[in-house]
C-alpha cells in the first residue's frame, strides 16, 4: 500500500501554483505520493488548454523531480459532464487531463460520473457510460487508466456509494481501462 495525499482541496486556498503545493508536500509533510489535481488546472486560459499545453506541464515535472514527490494518480477537472452548462467543454478538459497525466507519467486518472436530479437509474448508466467511452481513444493511446469514483453526496440521484452501484458503471463502460 502506498500512503498519499490529493494536493488540491487542503493547499489551493494557501498555494496557487500546482509546483508550489508539490513543493510544499515535500518540505513539510512525509507524504512522498501525490494525487495531481487538475480540478482547477484545466480552466479556460490555462496554458495546459492551448497550443503548446506541454510545455506548461515543465514546472510541474521540475517539482516533481526537484522534491522527489512521485505522482501516482490524478483527479480530472472539476465538472459534471451530464449537468455542466458546456459538456463537450468539460470531455475536452477531461481528455486533456488524461493527456497532461501521460506526459507527467501518472498511470491512472479519477474521473467522476455525472447526474442531474430528474435522471432515472437507466439514464444516469447510459449517459455517464456514453462520456467515459468519449475517453477511451485518449485512454488507449496514453495508456491511463481510468478510475470512475463516487459523486456528489447521498442526496444525489444516483450516488455511487457502494460497490454494486460502482460495478454497475463499470460494466456498463465494459473497458480494460
Known sequence: MKMATEIFNALNIHLASLPDRIRY????????????????????GS?????????GLRPIKKALDESGILPIQAHSP???PLASPAPELHIRKTIRSIEC?????????????GAYPSIS???FISQN??????LIPTAESCGIEILIE?????MD???????HELLQMIDAVDHPL
Open 78 to 80: 472539476k465538472g459534471d
Open 157 to 163: 440521484p444516483h450516488y455511487l456509494h457502494n460497490a
Open 47 to 55: 496554458p495546459l488548454m492551448e497550443e503548446g499545453w506541454r510545455a
Open 101 to 113: 497525466a501521460a506526459e507527467l507519467g501518472i498511470p491512472a486518472i479519477v474521473v467522476h460520473p
Open 121 to 123: 437509474h437507466d439514464a
Open 25 to 44: 508536500i515535500a518540505a513539510n509533510t512525509k507524504f512522498r505520493q501525490v494525487d495531481i489535481s487538475f480540478w482547477d488546472e484545466l480552466e479556460m
Open 129 to 134: 457510460r456514453d462520456f467515459f467511452q468519449k
Open 150 to 154: 463516487n459523486i456528489g453526496t447521498p
